[in-house]
Structures are given as C-alpha cells and as structure tokens.
C-alpha cells in the first residue's frame, strides 16, 4: 500500500526523542520552532515546493484540500543530531524534519495525503507517495495567488536569497517568513531536512473533517527509527 503517515504530532511534541537503530545511528531530540509573522493565504488554495526552483514559474501546483482564506501560523519541527551518548557541541547538528502549517488549533485525528489535481493514490505502489521536488535545499508554504510576487528566483539576489544567504546558523535553516512589499503576499520558507529529494506533505484533519494542518515530511525522523527511552 501507499505510504503512510508516520505520528506527526509526536513530531510537534518538544522533547521527542529518537535514535536510528544500527551502531552507527544517529540519536536525535526534537523542539518547535515558529515562523515569526504569519502567512496569508488570500484564497485558502496552499501550495508547497522548492521555493529556489518552482517559484514564480508557474510551475506549483496547489492542493485540492483548501482552507478560509486568512493568516496562518507556521512553525518547524527542528532535531538536533548527535551521536547516541553524546551531547550537542557548541554547533549543534540540526535539520529541519518537518514543517507544519496550522489551520486550526484542534488536534488533527486522521492525515490523507496531500494532493493536487489529477494525483490519484491509488496508482501508487508500496510506500510510494506525492511529494514534491527539491533540488535546491529548501521547501516552502504560500497561497496560489502569491506566485507572480515572487518571481523566478533562478539568479541568485532577492529577499529569498538574502534570508537564507547568511553565516548564522539559524539563518541557513530557517524558518523565515517572506513578504512581498508591494503586495503583501507572504511565503513561509525552511531548509530541507537532508536537503535534495522528494518529500510528501499531509493533510490533518478534525473528527468533524475540517482541515485543521498541513505537514511537510523531510523524513529526517526514520520510519522504523524507535523512541528513545
């Protein structure tokens, strides 16, 4: 069958802990992070992709699970990585391991892939699953209607790259919030877990059916990777 949905609110739970079985595992503990700002999404049609590869292209294409329009809170799921026994350095390794926009302050109890038009799962195979592509490192949430505010980010200037374009630690991983000063039209940006690949985004929803999340997977936390005691 399909991927599943691995247990994302035990990824927005801080002080999760895990460890990667084998004797060379990583050991990892997890906090919440929160964009400053919110994200507004003028048409409730949320799109996710690589900000440095699909914005301003045309290219996105949103999901079909769509919310109010209005501002949303977006906050990461950051692990901090060290060898099982030891403890973080004064660099600490960190990943973004997923990235959650929150739609409603409810607890999601079921998660359905997120899809965009025409994506059916079930022409999926084993663990396979819809995701988007990431060449350049980073993925991002924005509303549809905010693509043309951010055009193609192909040369390397803009308030994209001057987010990310730091020596601070903190800057190189995000999250940021980016705003369109013209428009106003924002987009939410964060590193990409281990950086290029393929990564599915969730939807989370009530017991009453109502969107209450989207979750982006960076599959930092390994599927089979047990809880740490």
Do not use: K, N
């Not at 965009?116 to 084993?126: R, Y």
């Not at 663990?127 to 193609?152: I, K, N, Q």
């Amino acid at each position: 069958m399909p991927m599943t949905a691995p247990d994302l609110a035990w990824h927005f739970t801080p002080g999760s802990r895990f460890e990667e079985p084998g004797e060379h595992g990583l050991a990892g503990t997890l906090s919440v992070v929160r964009v400053p700002g919110e994200l507004w999404l003028p048409t409730g049609q949320v799109t996710a992709c690589d900000p440095f590869v699909s914005l301003g292209q045309g290219e996105a294409e949103p999901f079909t699970a769509t919310v109010p329009p209005g501002r949303y809170a977006v906050e990461c799921a950051v692990a901090t990585l060290t060898r099982p026994g030891q403890e973080p350095g004064e660099r600490p390794h960190r990943r973004i391991a997923a990235a959650r926009l929150l739609i409603a302050d409810a607890p999601a109890v079921s998660w359905e892939p997120a899809l965009t038009a025409g994506q059916d799962p079930a022409e999926l195979a084993d663990d396979e699953f819809f995701g988007y592509g990431v060449d350049a490192g980073t993925g991002c949430f924005y509303d549809a209607a905010c693509d043309e505010s951010f055009p193609c980010t192909g040369e390397d200037e803009g308030p994209l790259w001057d987010a990310f374009d730091a020596e601070d630690d903190d800057a190189q991983l995000g999250p940021h919030l980016i705003t369109d000063q013209g428009t106003g039209h924002t987009l939410a940006a964060f590193s990409s877990g281990w950086g290029d690949g393929a990564y599915p985004t969730w939807v989370g929803r009530d017991a009453g059916g109502r969107v209450v999340s989207f979750v982006t997977d960076f599959h930092v936390v390994p599927a089979d990777a047990p809880a740490a005691v």
